[in-house]
């Protein structure tokens, strides 16, 4: 580890580019351009803290410093469209050492306890906005959920049904059905499909920030 904020910037063919904080799954923001985005992910730092502490590394997270940019890499259309990385680095691309995925994981495991801990507060009554087509609270709450073994955890196999998903226990064993699947496939050095590991524990931990940021944002009275 390094007190350097370090980043990968998905540079689009036209419109955003997305930063994304390599040793911090869930910390991605996009830009307009390569400065925007750095500016708008360390604007983030602040907000990332819960999840740094849930994970028991808030001391660590506290020392992060300079933002220092360790690969830039071409976006496509879909980074432009979405503002959501979705082309993997060559870091990422790497075999993540056990200890290394293992702080990762415990990483993505704040994240969804950081989502559930607001899931629960919020009052379902929310600001109006543009983000998410304007989904209601719960609407958000069965998007996050649902998605995940949709889109995710589906590349290493892990299918649970959304009906399952939705239940307080069916949540918590799929959880760890897709932890125990990454780990398996990181010890055997497969890729989860056409995504690295690295890349897939990145994706899952910022889709579900992205959201949790999104309920903060548009509580009455924020």
């Not at 001391?59 to 220092?68: G, H, L, P, Y």
């Not at 109006?128 to 998007?143: C, E, M, T, V, Y």
Request: charged share 30%; hydrophobic share 40%.
């Amino acid at each position: 580890m390094t007190d350097a904020l370090r980043v990968i910037l998905e540079v689009g063919k036209s419109r955003r580019v997305v930063a994304g904080a390599m040793d911090w799954p869930g910390l991605d923001r996009w830009g307009t351009s390569e400065d925007d985005a750095l500016d708008k992910l360390s604007s983030y730092l602040p907000r990332y803290v819960g999840v740094a502490e849930r994970a028991g590394m808030g001391s660590a997270f506290a020392r992060v410093r300079d933002v220092e940019v360790v690969e830039r890499v071409p976006g496509s259309s879909s980074t432009d469209f979405w503002g959501i990385a979705h082309v993997p680095s060559q870091i990422e691309r790497e075999l993540a050492p056990p200890t290394d995925l293992e702080r990762r994981l415990d990483l993505l495991r704040a994240c969804w306890a950081y989502f559930d801990d607001i899931a629960a507060r919020v009052s379902g009554d929310l600001r109006p906005g543009s983000r998410s087509g304007g989904r209601s609270r719960d609407q958000i709450i069965r998007h996050v959920y649902g998605t995940e073994p949709d889109q995710f955890s589906r590349k290493v196999e892990v299918r649970t049904p959304i009906e399952v998903v939705l239940t307080p226990d069916g949540l918590a064993t799929h959880r760890k059905s897709y932890v125990d699947a990454i780990r398996a496939y990181n010890a055997e050095g497969k890729p989860a499909r056409t995504w690295p590991i690295q890349f897939l524990v990145r994706r899952t931990a910022h889709h579900v920030m992205d959201h949790a940021w999104e309920l903060e944002d548009r509580i009455l009275g924020s």
